[in-house]
């Protein structure tokens, strides 16, 4: 490997250590630490009932809050973004590994460790090739639809667990259906745990959002458990929760397997990739801070490395859990060190209670989990401020809650470049026209009737000219020039927006001054981009200001168009 590759690639790439916790003032170590234990005490069962999505073991979820946490702490840029198991990642390994090997068995255990380490694989290639920007790809209407899908498809699967029915294998809409036509089914005991947990987490949220809500009802539900022998009552409990730190160990997969871990891992990879460079970056804008987009994908990669290695699922940046710690007053990286010598205590000593826990609790917080998914005030902004990209979000969510997750991710991904690409086919046109108050210029929708100067047309614009918008370019031009009640006499193209022009579209050009020239109308080019002039000057377009331009203002070109027809005249 060359100095030049290592210094131009990799070292960019490369963290320094404890980037995300130092410098860190003194008096605010303490503070961080407590951010720490107070997102423990939220996020635990979180992550225990987003095994429930994943349909791994339970002890999964307090792996991913163990050494994925400690890689991204040590080796991550961000100082906010908090990296543990998500729900959006869940659910897509749920939705592709479960027809691949029976849900929570170790072969199963073992895909999502593939998993783990292929997205590990991806990030770090990611990372090395600065390929942070594709997170832009996925817009932030797609997101929202996605994630607001991801939490209907998830209540919806967990909705009948509240009432102690078995889950059917559909559809969200079906799935409620199924619940509600099976309620002379559902066993009250299950209903009263279910509804008792729901209270507890509403009216901690109610009384004080920073409440371990869910915390408290695990605690009580145990308890209770313990006291009145559930499981002898036939409320199904958790069972036996592993005690001790994780094993480290390579996964062992089937050749067969691979196409679906592959397909499982880049889906994983496109979510991971938007959802945490959009977190990571809103967090260091607020606080003034620098992010380095690449760094957090190498401590990404290393996280999920991590959870492979230590037999647990794919991690992510979570937009919640870093909202947890930034209320609880955290600051820098040393909450989510905090939180993995809290979770690493629960495992050393609390898994004994834990596994008197009724599974009805975790699709209670499960449920709830889901519901707080479902993004409304975002749906209700894009309806409100941009309608075309509601449509978008509403398929997406419509594909995911119906269809899947992975169809939703690529139904999202196209909707949102065929979204871009319908921007700059039917970009936004205007024509110039002197200002009423007689000072400068205006611009307005292009329409018969309009001219900068006596005969002179001035048409700008506003995207790169392109093969698939050049004829919309030429016809609409043309178009306006034949519909024009008075002679004109030259037209101003207004380059000022357009920032490259492919073969196609100067083949395009030329055609048009052609056709111009043809009916005696003169044509100039109006650009201050260097770069433009270059490429106009070498498909012949602009020679130089007596043939054409291109010139700095539209006030030159209207000069020079005006003197030269008067000399010829």
């Known amino acids: 490997m060359t100095p030049k590759f290592w210094n131009e690639w990799i070292n960019p790439a490369m963290p320094s250590l404890l980037q995300g916790v130092l410098p860190l003032p003194p008096a605010q170590w303490r503070t961080d630490a407590m951010a720490g234990v ?13 095994t429930r999505i ?17 890689a991204f702490a040590l080796l991550g840029s961000s100082r906010h973004l908090v990296v543990a198991a998500d729900s959006a990642t869940a659910a897509i390994l749920a939705a592709t590994l479960a027809g691949v090997a029976k849900p929570e068995s170790s072969s199963y255990s073992e895909l999502t460790m593939a998993v783990a380490l292929v997205v590990g694989g991806m990030l770090l290639l ?64 299950h209903l009263l745990v279910a509804i008792a947990v729901l209270t507890i987490i509403a009216g901690c949220r109610a009384l004080n959002p920073r409440l371990p809500g869910a915390l408290i009802a695990v605690i009580s539900s145990v308890l209770a458990s313990w006291l009145l022998h559930f499981q002898a009552l036939g409320i199904p409990v958790v069972g036996t929760v592993p005690r001790g730190l994780p094993q480290f160990t390579l996964p062992s997969i089937q050749p067969a397997e691979w196409n679906q871990v592959l397909i499982t891992s880049a889906s994983c990879f496109v979510v991971i990739l938007a ?3 959009a977190t990571s970056r809103a967090y260091a804008q607020r606080y003034g801070e620098r992010c380095s987009e690449n760094v957090d994908l190498f401590g990404l990669a290393c996280a999920n490395a991590a959870a492979g ?66 993004d409304l005030d975002g749906m209700r902004e894009l309806w409100t401020l941009q309608r075309n990209e509601f449509f978008i979000a509403l398929a997406t969510v419509i594909s995911v809650a119906q269809l899947g997750v992975m169809q939703g991710i690529v139904l999202a991904v196209l909707l949102s470049l065929i979204e871009q690409v319908r921007h700059t086919y039917r970009p936004r046109t205007r024509l110039w026209r002197p200002h009423p108050s007689g000072k400068g210029w205006q611009s307005v ?68 001054q052609q ?21 106009l000057q070498r498909f012949g377009l602009a ?3 007596t043939d054409g331009g291109p010139f700095p203002s539209l006030k030159k070109a209207i000069q020079a168009l005006v003197t030269k027809s008067t000399s010829e005249a």
């Open 38 to 50: 107070t997102l423990a005490a939220l996020a635990i069962p979180e992550v225990m009932g987003y």
């Open 309 to 374: 290695l230590s037999g647990t699922f794919v991690v992510n940046g979570s937009p919640t859990k870093t909202e947890m710690v930034d209320a609880a007053g955290g600051r820098s990286q040393v909450a989510n060190l905090s939180t993995a010598a809290m979770v690493l205590l629960v495992l050393l000593f609390l898994t004994g209670p834990l596994s008197l826990m009724p599974a009805v609790v975790l699709s209670s917080i499960v449920f709830l989990i889901g519901l707080k998914l479902i």
């Open 126 to 189: 990611a990372s090395v090739l600065r390929l942070g920007f594709l997170a832009d790809f996925l817009s932030r209407s797609a997101l929202i639809g996605l994630l607001t899908g991801i939490g209907v498809q998830v209540a919806a699967g967990e909705f009948g667990g509240l009432f102690g029915l078995e889950p059917v294998k559909a559809g969200a809409v079906q799935q409620i259906l199924s619940v509600l036509f099976r309620l002379g089914e559902s066993r009250a005991l």
């Open 543 to 545: 020679s130089g200001p």
């Open 515 to 535: 056709q111009l020239g043809g009916r005696g109308i003169r044509s100039a080019f109006l650009t201050t981009s260097t770069a433009l002039m270059r490429e």
């Open 445 to 512: 929708p292009v329409r018969p009737g309009v001219f900068v100067a006596p005969g002179i047309v001035a048409y700008r614009f506003e995207a790169n000219l392109f093969y698939a918008n050049a004829n919309h370019f030429t016809d609409e031009l043309l178009k306006l020039v034949s519909s024009q009640r008075q002679p004109v006499t030259a037209v101003v193209i207004d380059a000022s927006g357009i920032d490259d022009v492919d073969y196609s579209a100067g083949k395009a050009l030329i055609e048009l």
């Open 275 to 277: 959802q945490s460079a």
């Open 54 to 70: 994943s349909q791994t073991p339970v002890v999964t979820g307090l792996y991913t809050l163990l050494m994925p946490m400690l």
